[in-house]
């Protein structure tokens, strides 16, 4: 079954920077899109940042271009979001799933806890 493993989160003062890990299973993850998304608290799930399946295209969403990277790793099945000169409003669970503009599948992680905060 398709099983999404966030890592990384933790609490970061503003500035600071954070480097999040999910390893993916039960599908072929060289095959597709991958995505980072967030929800905040009282606030709906949005899509983070987004990369093809050979990592040629990534896309932003507004508010993290600039500072924040999304990468892969197709032979450890791992996609990857580094986050710089973070902010309080970055403060959400982070979650990772397939697709490129909308998640691939209904399942989702555990998702990884990221708290910006002085």
């Known amino acids: 079954q398709v099983q999404f493993v966030e890592s990384g989160g933790g609490l970061v003062q503003p500035g600071g920077s954070l480097s999040l890990s999910c390893a993916a299973s039960?599908?072929?993850?060289?095959?597709?899109?991958m995505s980072w998304w967030r929800q905040a608290p009282g606030k709906e799930r949005e899509l983070v940042a987004a990369?093809?399946?050979?990592?040629?295209?990534?896309k932003y969403t507004d508010s993290v271009k600039g500072r924040f990277t999304i990468s892969r790793d197709n032979r450890k099945n791992t996609v990857f979001l580094q986050m710089n000169s973070l902010k309080p409003e970055d403060t959400a669970v982070y979650y990772c799933?397939?697709?490129?503009?909308?998640?691939?599948?209904?399942?989702w992680g555990q998702g990884t806890q990221v708290t910006v905060s002085s």
């Open positions: 799933n397939a697709g490129f503009r909308r998640p691939e599948y209904d399942y």
């Open positions: 039960g599908f072929t993850f060289g095959n597709y899109a």
């Open positions: 990369i093809t399946s050979v990592g040629g295209i990534t």
